[in-house]
């Protein structure tokens, strides 16, 4: 768990001295205290809903409720797996759709960073600020439209229609990011290459890409992470029972049947729902932090 | 390298983001201007209407109602995520493994998705089931388990609650970013002139990370602005409509009661107020690249 933090770390530049934060011992301790403290908060609410979804369903409903199960069982996670369409229709759907918005995000920000960094096109910094500008129109604005123009493209309750809204949200800081990415190659590598005869297309495969991909990997997991968390464009846009993402399907739990909470089996779909985001967090969580701070501060 | 037929080639890897902005982004934005102004529904019909459903939203007390109430929302959670998100900053400055360790804890909630986390606290606020109301409870809090969401006040701390834990560690990232920036030279000079600490935060570290937390801020505020996922799945705008946001009171227009063009009227006077936050951020971020 150490290594969650390593990102920040890596940015860390000064004010690493201990003494920055009071010397003495007695202050460590309420420092060392308060940290603990502030984890067993944070964990708390995933802990305690990780063990709900572990009790059996007649424990989960219990008034009043334990903390912890007296007994495990798999019993709530069976439950979600069979509700309506089946749990694993939903996690198919939003993992098509993620993969969707992946493939978009990157066919459209690898090229168009690459023309941005190095080459001279006309109105170059009036389509780069074109881009950014959809930055600045909230999406929750646009469904509308969008919605009355993907029902004549019959584009509504389809992977493809609403892995382009995801695409939508996530292109401007896409863009932006492989922009940046190609920018940081020394222009001395393509010059090399061009020397020995690569037309553009060879230099963007093999001398570019490989350079660039920590920048397609971070491209790749915010378009991962927010469109399998994304949830008014897929419940709009995802009408149909057989078409909802997880979010979607988990409100359907939530409202119960005939007003009868399944509290357990809504913790287990909290679960599932979850354990992707925190999994690909745990793995990729440097580019995570580094592609949040060029988003959000450079 | 800037030879002409380059700058064709240039232009052509270009084209399809600008041709996907174009087609996704611009073309419904004129569509929401025109759809605006008239009386479309998604049953049919639409005329042409000019100006009524902005004069009709300027009238409409619901409308203005939800406007306020987000605002509300907004100026309450605001600055206690930042003052939070600064104090947690604050205290994992270092690089110490137990410093990193509630860092990386702070922050995991952030990559949930806000529905998900909205639906486990709609759990632990429940008063039948909800962990949360047993713990305030046997703290002494409470005396017994209480209802949350049956008035706006109390469905609206509980919400905050859930985002507080949910997104306290965005402003506390962007924060300790600007903190860890600060030149070591200047805060050792401090501290050889004697500062005590809480002087060193309040004249040094405060003041040269104020362009992170102006960020950190602004982004907050926007995104509070835009709430939906957090009200919709726990408070469903009870009691009586008294908890809808401005976006959810869209979307009940829109998508519920099918006054397509009247929700529009009322998007586009949002995405005003929004625009007008977004700009000043861009307008702050391109200072921070130059300066």
Redo the contacts between chains.
Sequence with gaps: ??D???P??S????????????GSRAVGYL??A???A??AL??A??V??FL?SLKPPAE??????Q?LPRSLSIENYRTVASYQAGLWTYVANSLVVAALTIIFCL???V??G???A?????F?EV?FL???A?????Y??????????FSSLKLTNTHVGLA?VH??LQ?PFS?YLMRNSFEAIPREL?EAA?MDGCT?MQILRRVFLPLVLPGMITVSLFAF?SS?????AA??FMSRETSFTV?VM??GV?TGIFGVVD?GA??A??IV??IP??G??LLL?RY??TG??SG??? | ??STN??Y??????S???L??AV??????V??VM?SMTSESLLGGGEFVWFDNYLLAFSDRSFWMSFWFTVRYTLIITPILMILGFL?A????????????????????V???????S??????F?Q????LN?ALVDIGVLEE?MVWFNRSHLGMTAVIVSVV?KVVG?GM??M?????????EV??AS?IDGAS?WQ?VRKIILPLSAR?IL??TL?SA?GSM?A??QF??MTGGAPRGQTFTS?YW??QN??VYFK?GY??AL??I??VV??AG??LQ?AL?RR??TA
């Design positions: 768990m150490t969650l933090a390593s920040a770390t940015l860390a530049t000064g004010a690493t001295d201990a003494r920055v934060v009071g420092v060392a308060l940290c603990l502030i984890i944070m964990m609410p995933l305690l809903s709900a989960a409903a219990a008034v009043p409720p903390y066919a459209l920000s090229p168009a690459y023309a941005l190095r080459y001279a096109i006309p170059k389509f074109l881009i950014l959809s930055m600045m129109i909230p929750q604005a646009m469904l509308t439209p969008l919605y009355l123009m382009i695409t939508i292109l863009v393509e061009v553009s992470i399998w968390n994304e949830f008014i419940l709009i979010p988990l409100t939530s509290w809504l913790q779909g909290v729902s979850v985001c925190i690909v967090y969580q995570y932090v949040l701070l959000a501060v450079k | 390298m800037l380059n700058k080639v240039g232009l052509l890897y270009l399809p983001a600008l996907f902005v996704f982004v611009f073309y419904p934005l569509q929401l759809i947690l604050l205290l994992t400055m270092q690089n110490r493994p137990l410093a990193q360790l509630t860092r990386g804890v702070v922050f995991l909630p990559v949930i998705g806000l529905a998900s986390s639906l486990l606290w709609v759990w632990l429940d039948q089931v909800g962990l047993k388990p834990w965005f990232i962007i300790l970013s600007g903190m860890q920036s600060i030149s070591h805060v050792e501290m600490y060193r992170s960020l950190a982004i926007i835009l939906f996922d919709y799945l976006v869209i979307y829109s998508f397509l929700g529009s998007s586009i949002l995405m929004i625009m977004a700009a861009i971020q921070g690249e």
